[in-house]
C-alpha cells in the first residue's frame, strides 16, 4: 500500500503481501511472558524510531548528526533561468564529471542557494518543506521572525517540488526575505533524507549537523536549537 505525502508517494508494505492468517482452532493460548515480550519489543521499536533521525539513510529523517551538509546548489526562487540552463535544477554533485560541469559548492552566483556558502559564514538552520502545506509555511513565518535575533545563523528554506511560479508567489504574500531555494526534482530532499514536512536541519558553522527536526517548532523551541549551534 502506498500514501501520498508533502514530498510524494511512500510505500507501506510491498504490493500484493497479505496479513498471514492468525491461529487456528486447537491452538494453545500464549504464555503468560506474552506480554513481557510485547514489552521488549516496543521498546526496541521506541529505540530505533529514536535514532532513525540520525541515520543518513534516504527516506529515515535527515542525516547523521556530526556528518557534514551534504552540499547542494538550488535556485533561488527570484530566479528566472531557463530549464535548458545548467542551474535550472539543483546541483547535489560533490565532483564535477562529464555530466556535470561544477561540484555543487563551487556554484557561487547571485541567484543560487549554495549550502557550503551558508556554512562558511555561520550556523545553519535549513528547512525543507512542501509549497502546498499550510503548516510548512507556517514554520518558514517563525524562521522570519526569529532572525533579527540570531544575525550570526544562515537562515535558508528549500521548497520541494512544486512550480517556482507558485513558491515565488508564496515569498511575495508571506514577506520572506530569508533566501528560498526550489528543489524541483527533489533531489536536494532525497539527499537530505527528508521524510517529513517541515524538516529543519540545524548545522554549527564550517557545516557538521548539530540535529534535524522533524515537527513543527514554535518560536521558543526554535530559539533553543538555534542557541544550541552557536546562534
Known amino acids: 500500500m502506498s500514501q501520498q505525502g508533502p514530498f510524494g508517494r511512500r510505500i507501506d508494505a510491498p504490493p500484493g503481501r497479505e496479513p498471514g492468517p492468525g491461529p487456528g482452532p486447537g491452538f494453545p493460548p500464549a504464555p503468560r511472558f506474552t506480554w513481557l515480550l510485547g514489552v521488549v519489543c516496543v521498546l526496541g521499536l521506541a529505540y530505533v524510531v529514536s535514532t532513525t533521525v540520525r541515520s543518513d539513510a534516504p527516506g529515515a529523517g535527515g542525516v547523521a548528526v556530526g556528518r557534514p551538509l551534504p552540499p547542494f546548489a538550488a535556485p533561488l526562487a527570484s530566479s528566472t533561468r531557463r530549464c535548458d540552463d545548467e542551474l535550472c535544477d539543483a546541483n547535489v554533485s560533490l565532483d564535477a564529471d562529464e555530466d556535470v560541469r561544477r ?7 547571485p541567484d543560487v542557494l549554495n549550502v557550503c556558502a551558508l ?11 512542501a509549497g502546498r502545506s499550510e503548516r510548512c509555511q507556517d514554520q518558514v513565518d517563525v524562521m522570519e521572525r526569529l532572525r533579527p535575533r540570531f544575525p550570526a545563523v544562515q537562515f535558508a528554506a528549500v521548497f520541494v517540488r512544486g512550480e517556482r511560479a507558485a513558491l515565488r508567489e508564496a515569498v511575495r504574500e508571506r514577506g520572506w526575505t530569508l533566501p528560498v531555494g526550489h528543489d524541483g526534482s527533489g533531489a536536494v530532499s532525497d539527499v537530505y533524507a527528508v521524510a517529513a514536512c517541515p524538516t529543519i536541519t540545524f548545522a554549527r558553522r564550517g557545516g557538521r549537523i548539530e540535529s534535524t527536526s522533524l515537527a513543527f517548532l514554535g518560536e521558543r523551541a526554535l530559539a533553543a536549537r538555534l542557541r544550541a549551534v552557536g546562534g
Open 103 to 109: 561540484a555543487a559548492c563551487d556554484v557561487r552566483l
Open 119 to 129: 556554512a562558511d559564514r555561520g550556523p545553519v538552520a535549513l528547512a525543507f518543506v
